[in-house]
């Protein structure tokens, strides 16, 4: 397989998406969709999880109903197997917590003409200091 050239439009596409799945309470469990059923695997906080219904699992074991999300940047790379890897960079607020920066890696395979996540990598920005 061959690079993917349309490679920065798949990404931006994909992550608009998802955050506009996730952010929506009322519409995470179609998140899912997006995830192959074994395969798929994420890293949230550090926590390992494979396969979507596992993932849907997890994702709606969260809490927090509102999220204040802001984008500071979206990079993406094409893969020799005709996949993307994406990087988010991004600052968000749950509820009355406050904002927190956040970084996601997504990495989509191609399935047909269309692609699934095969990972998704998920950590707050949070140093400890001491």
Do not use: W
């Amino acid at each position: 397989m061959a690079l993917n050239p349309q490679y920065e439009e798949i990404g931006k596409g994909f992550v608009t998406q998802y955050y506009a799945l996730f952010d929506d309470s009322n519409q995470r469990a179609s998140l899912a969709n997006l995830y192959n059923a074994e395969l798929s695997f994420m890293t949230f906080e550090g926590q390992q999880i494979q396969g979507a219904a596992k993932i849907l699992e997890k994702l709606q074991s969260l809490s927090f109903q509102n999220i204040n999300r802001v984008l500071t940047a979206v990079d993406s790379q094409p893969m020799f197997d005709g996949g993307v890897l994406i990087n988010v960079l991004g600052r968000l607020q749950c509820d009355d917590d406050p904002p927190h920066a956040y970084s996601q890696t997504f990495v989509l395979k191609p399935i047909g003409t269309s692609f699934y996540c095969a990972h998704d990598i998920f950590r707050l920005n949070i140093h400890n200091s001491a």
